[in-house]
């Protein structure tokens, strides 16, 4: 999975296609992710003794498939390439060339 924590992404395709958020968690057994603001839940909380019937809203993940990494400096989605530079493999912007991480 190319994609990873704290990485700004768009959404290519979906309902919520065009939206731009940070990466919060990757499942890359499943190969999604979890992004700030996208594919927003509804799940209903019964009432406990403690606590009172809720209705909680929170950001379901999403298939990895359908993101892009959103490359800051030209301002637009990019794919993700790699590079060995002083014997690491780093990540690299295929559009601006810049390294990633």
């Known amino acids: 999975m190319q994609i990873k924590k704290d990485d700004t992404v768009v959404v290519i395709a979906g309902k919520d296609k065009g939206k731009t958020g940070t990466v919060l968690r990757t499942i890359p057994k499943k190969n999604k992710v979890v992004v700030e603001g996208v594919n927003m839940v509804t799940k209903h909380a019964k ?3 403690t606590a009172a019937a809720e209705i909680k809203h929170f950001e379901g993940p999403i298939d990895a498939s359908n993101v892009m990494y959103y490359d800051k400096e030209a301002k637009t989605a990019t ?21 990633i991480d």
């Open 47 to 49: 009432a406990t003794r």
């Open 79 to 99: 794919r993700i390439g790699y590079k060995v530079e002083d014997g690491k493999k780093v990540r690299v912007s295929k559009k601006s060339g810049k390294v």
